[in-house]
């Protein structure tokens, strides 16, 4: 254990966490790095990670329920904080460091979860030490990755110690240890935990928890040699090696703070809410994080912050999430799964009873497709809603009778008129677009958007009493409004005859998303064509599926980036 008190430390600064949500951020350009989807991680409940965001993002990949992270402070990597295992997962995705091989079979071994306490509110893990299959669906997803970006590529025989080295050394600069030394003791799979804690053992005063990093290492011995090597150069730095891991914290009132819960509680991984949510997480996960909200309430200064951030009086909410990073052969994806989850009261069971068919509504729509977003049963779970006094949104009875005024204006009265203008089965496509032209000029407007809306079962004169009272410009001409089959279709501008659904990239997209609520679908091909991508048809598209299962009480956020190069 060290406590070394020289003048340089790493940030330990408060941040105010928010509600739970996540992040999708597209590509970039070609010769950038894919900042891939929002994973686990986050900073902790009662401020940011000691030192601010690691380099190159934020830790272990994204957002995450507890909050999002600060920009980091000045002093380079002395104001950062561990492996810059935000970057990890990417970097492991983008930068080819696995592609050569398939030899890979050191997954297993000692995990974070065995060295952090049971009684955390938030966990988090990066885990690169993947095993053959997981290198084979890796290798055939860079195979797809557009030529811009596997031009930037290195090629690796695999080992991600190099890459958590340098990291390491990137996080602590000061370090007097050469990368190749740091190579000889440290792993490859790093965790986070956040408990409640008072006193000395808090992140810092007023944070209402404590935190540690769990970092494995190959070599304890070579380890604690060489942390203790270079942490007179960082004050509120205190480490313990112990169980094939080096614990790195603020103080040693934290170390000790993380042995008596121990203790008391036992470790992370023989808890049984844990366990359970986690034995569902997609099985070759890179990157894994969950949170318990409930107890996270029970944290003073988090509940105060959620209840500014949401101005609810109460600020109540329960439950637990987990969320995910992978790789598929076909598509890299981030996912949260939630469970049991409310917020004042209100849930998402109302959503429970839907078919889940909104890929299927999508598919009707044009090829031609730049965006889109579908949705089936949202008529009959709205009217369920509206006749329980549940619908979202809708706070206020002032609120309600507003939406009835304008429903009845179209003679739509409810709950019949969110099947007259939904349908059983929605879609809406943005079906041509001009990126600049859409988000206007300097000199100001946009040119018009086409556009189709599809509702199967929808009322064709409350579809046309809508538009018509929609109608911005009085001499513009409006949207038309015809029937195809079954389905209700008030389009706008031109699109092309085939069919959404016959696209390849939207079926190795959005495959698997059937059980789907509400469905989106983003073509990067068609957004990145007149841009200064050399091969936009080569960078896919974007998918999106919400789903709602176990009468309400869990749901899932999917988030997917299919790249269609190498085909």
């Known amino acids: 254990m060290s406590y070394p008190d020289p003048p340089q430390q790493p940030q330990w600064g408060p941040q105010q966490p928010g509600p739970p949500g996540q992040g999708f951020p597209p590509p970039q350009g070609p010769g950038q790095q894919f900042a891939g989807p929002g994973g686990p991680g986050g900073p902790p409940p009662g401020g940011q990670f000691p030192g601010g965001p690691p380099p190159g993002g934020q830790f272990p990949g994204g957002p995450h329920p507890g909050g999002h992270v600060p920009p980091g402070g000045g002093g380079g990597g002395r104001k950062r904080w561990m492996i810059p295992v935000a970057a990890g997962a990417a970097v492991v995705v983008m930068a080819g460091t696995v592609w050569a091989t398939v030899s890979l079979v050191s997954f297993g071994g000692p995990q ?54 340098e990291g390491f050394l990137e996080t602590f600069p000061d370090a007097p240890q050469s990368q190749d030394e740091v190579a000889e003791w440290i792993g490859q799979r790093a965790g986070f935990a956040a408990w409640p804690a008072g006193g000395e053992a808090q992140m810092e005063e007023g944070a209402g928890v404590a935190a540690v990093v769990a970092l494995a290492v190959e070599d304890e011995q070579l380890a604690e040699e060489g942390l203790n090597e270079f942490s007179g150069e960082y004050e509120d730095f205190a480490f313990e090696v112990i169980d094939g891991f080096a614990l790195l914290t603020n103080s040693d009132a934290a170390l000790d703070d993380r042995m ?58 329960s439950g637990r999430t987990t969320a995910t990073l992978r ?41 031609s497709t730049v965006m889109a977003l579908g949705a089936s049963g949202l008529d009959t779970a709205l009217a369920d809603a509206y006749e329980n006094d549940e619908l979202p949104f809708v706070t206020s009875s002032g609120q309600l009778q507003e939406m009835e005024r304008m429903f009845n204006g179209m003679g739509a009265g409810l709950p019949e008129g969110f099947t007259q203008l939904l349908g059983s089965s929605t879609a809406f496509g943005v079906t041509s677009i001009d990126m600049q032209s859409f988000f206007g000029s300097s000199y100001g407007g946009g040119e018009e958007v086409s556009f189709q809306y599809r509702a199967v079962g929808g009322d064709e004169q409350v579809l046309s009493d809508f538009v018509e009272n929609m109608a911005a410009d009085p001499y513009a001409t409006p949207p038309g409004v015809s029937t195809d089959g079954d389905a209700v279709v008030v389009s706008q ?33 068609q957004v990145l064509t007149g841009t200064d991508v050399q091969s936009p048809d080569q960078w896919g598209a974007l998918g999106m599926a919400l789903s709602v299962t176990e009468e309400g009480q869990r749901s899932s956020l999917e988030l997917r980036w299919s790249p269609s190069g190498g085909e």
Do not use: C, N
């Open 112 to 165: 974070p979860e065995e060295v952090l306490p049971a009684s955390s509110v938030a966990f988090a893990k990066l885990d690169l030490s993947i095993d053959g299959s997981q290198a084979m669906e890796l290798m055939e997803f860079v195979d797809r990755l557009p030529d811009e970006v596997t031009e930037e590529m290195d090629q690796s025989d695999g080992d991600m110690t190099d890459l958590f080295a």
């Open 260 to 317: 008596s819960q121990m203790e008391e509680h036992g470790p992370l991984a023989d808890a049984e809410t844990f366990s359970g949510d986690m034995a569902d997480v997609p099985g070759g996960s890179i990157a894994v994080g969950w949170s318990d909200f409930t107890r996270l309430m029970e944290v003073e200064e988090f509940a105060q912050s959620f209840e500014s951030e949401m101005a609810a009086e109460t600020g109540e909410m």
């Open 327 to 367: 790789v598929d052969g076909e598509y890299l994806e981030a996912r949260m799964d939630v469970f049991d989850f409310e917020v004042d009261g209100a849930g998402v069971a109302w959503l429970s009873e839907t078919p889940g068919a909104s890929v299927a509504a999508l598919e009707s729509l044009p090829e």
């Open 493 to 525: 501008g031109s699109s092309a005859t085939g069919s959404l659904g016959d696209d390849p990239v939207f079926q190795q997209t959005m495959q698997g998303m059937d059980e789907a609520v509400v469905a989106g679908y983003f073509d990067m091909r």
